[in-house]
């Protein structure tokens, strides 16, 4: 090779039939006119770091299936931009597609049933003031016209000055079972 810098990963199989998967780092280097002279270079054992990203792949995968199974979305809210980003189940739930730079929270509020807009505020307020998780139930209009009964949870994360960096939470529409109750008690 020419003179320059170059890393390869790959995989090796020891006698035992396992396999170990190297990262190799290694530098050509040239002489006076320019020609490859030397190899100067490391080889590491990356194999319990490719094992552990492989068991966060798979558990993602599960946790991700699980919240797909239960109809679970997620949301994440940024106190720095004042925008919530929704995944495509809540975006799903409320059919209001959203793009990758989350919406700003007054337009997520303009979306909630009059009635319940200043129980979510306090719900949003309680959450950072206790750093508890904090439950909501929250009718948002739908893109179709019909209101949608969504379940949330909600919690605060803070950075390491004790400031409210996000706020993550879970919902799950649970429009279909308040229409069940209220035809019972009818």
């Known amino acids: 090779?020419?003179?320059?810098?170059?890393?390869?990963?790959?995989?090796?199989?020891?006698?035992?039939?396992?396999?170990?998967?190297?990262?190799?780092?290694?530098?050509?280097?040239?002489?006076?006119?320019?020609?490859?002279?030397?190899?100067?270079?490391?080889?590491?054992d990356d194999t319990e770091t490719h094992?552990?990203?492989?068991?966060?792949?798979?558990?993602?995968?599960?946790?991700?299936?699980?919240l797909e199974?239960?109809?679970?979305?997620?949301?994440?809210?940024?106190?720095a931009t004042g925008r919530i980003h929704h995944?495509?189940?809540?975006?799903?739930?409320?059919?209001?597609?959203?793009g990758p730079e989350g919406v700003p929270i007054?337009?997520?509020?303009?979306w909630v049933h009059p009635d319940d807009l200043?129980?979510?505020k306090a719900a949003?307020?309680?959450a950072v003031d206790t750093g508890l998780p904090v439950d909501s139930q929250t009718r948002y209009s739908h893109s179709d016209g019909r209101w949608r009964c969504i379940?949330?949870?909600?919690?605060?994360q803070r950075g390491a000055d004790g400031q409210p960096v996000s706020m993550i939470g879970v919902g799950l529409d649970i429009s279909e079972q308040q229409a069940r109750t209220e035809e019972a008690l009818q």
């Open 1 to 44: 090779g020419r003179p320059g810098v170059y890393s390869h990963r790959y995989r090796v199989r020891q006698p035992d039939g396992s396999l170990k998967h190297i990262h190799s780092h290694w530098r050509v280097v040239g002489d006076a006119l320019g020609r490859p002279d030397r190899v100067i270079g490391v080889m590491l």
């Open 51 to 66: 094992e552990l990203a492989t068991q966060a792949r798979r558990a993602s995968a599960q946790l991700d299936m699980a």
């Open 87 to 98: 995944d495509a189940r809540v975006q799903q739930q409320i059919g209001r597609p959203m």
């Open 106 to 110: 007054e337009t997520v509020r303009d």
């Open 69 to 79: 199974v239960a109809g679970i979305g997620l949301w994440r809210y940024d106190f």
């Open 151 to 156: 379940l949330t949870r909600r919690v605060v």
């Open 124 to 126: 949003f307020e309680k």
């Open 118 to 120: 200043d129980d979510l």
